[in-house]
C-alpha cells in the first residue's frame, strides 16, 4: 500500500523560507512524484514534479526560480525548497504519486496517491 505523509508547513512571513517533506511508503513503481497546492476557493493546482528516475522536473510558472523539487532516493523521501515565499503561495500543500503515465506531471488528475496535506501561511 503506497503511502505520503508531508511535514514542514507553517507560518512565515514573505520574503521568507520553507522546505516541505514528504515521506513516501510501498511505492515500487516508474512514474512521477510531485507537489500540488490548494488556496481557498481555488482549484488545485500542480507546483513542482519530477520523474522518479530523476532525470527531469517540471514548475508551475508562479514559482519557477523561487521553488526547487528533490529527492532522497535513500530516504524516500521527497522535498519542496521554497524561497522568497509570496503572500498568494497560501494553500495547503500536498504531495503525490503516480504509476508511470505519459500525461502533464503538473496535471492532478494523473495522480493516482495523496498525501493529507500540510498548511503555508505566508503572512505580508
Known amino acids: 500500500q503506497v503511502q505520503l505523509v508531508e511535514s514542514g508547513g507553517g507560518s512565515v512571513q514573505a520574503g521568507g523560507s520553507l522546505i516541505l517533506s514528504c515521506v513516501v511508503s510501498?511505492?515500487?513503481?516508474?512514474?512521477?512524484w510531485g507537489w500540488f497546492r490548494q488556496a481557498p476557493g481555488k482549484e488545485r493546482e500542480g507546483v513542482a514534479s519530477m520523474y522518479t528516475d530523476g532525470h527531469y522536473t517540471f514548475y508551475a510558472d508562479s514559482v519557477k526560480g523561487r521553488f526547487t523539487i528533490s529527492r532522497d532516493n535513500a530516504k524516500n523521501t521527497m522535498y519542496l525548497q521554497m524561497n522568497s515565499l509570496k503572500p498568494d503561495d497560501t494553500a495547503m500543500y500536498y504531495c503525490?504519486?503516480?504509476?508511470?503515465?505519459?500525461?502533464?506531471?503538473?496535471?492532478?488528475?494523473?495522480?493516482?496517491?495523496w498525501g493529507q496535506g500540510t498548511q503555508v501561511t505566508v503572512s505580508s
Open positions: 510501498g511505492y515500487t513503481h516508474s512514474g512521477c
Open positions: 503525490a504519486a503516480r504509476r508511470g503515465g505519459t500525461g502533464w506531471p503538473l496535471s492532478q488528475s494523473e495522480y493516482d496517491y
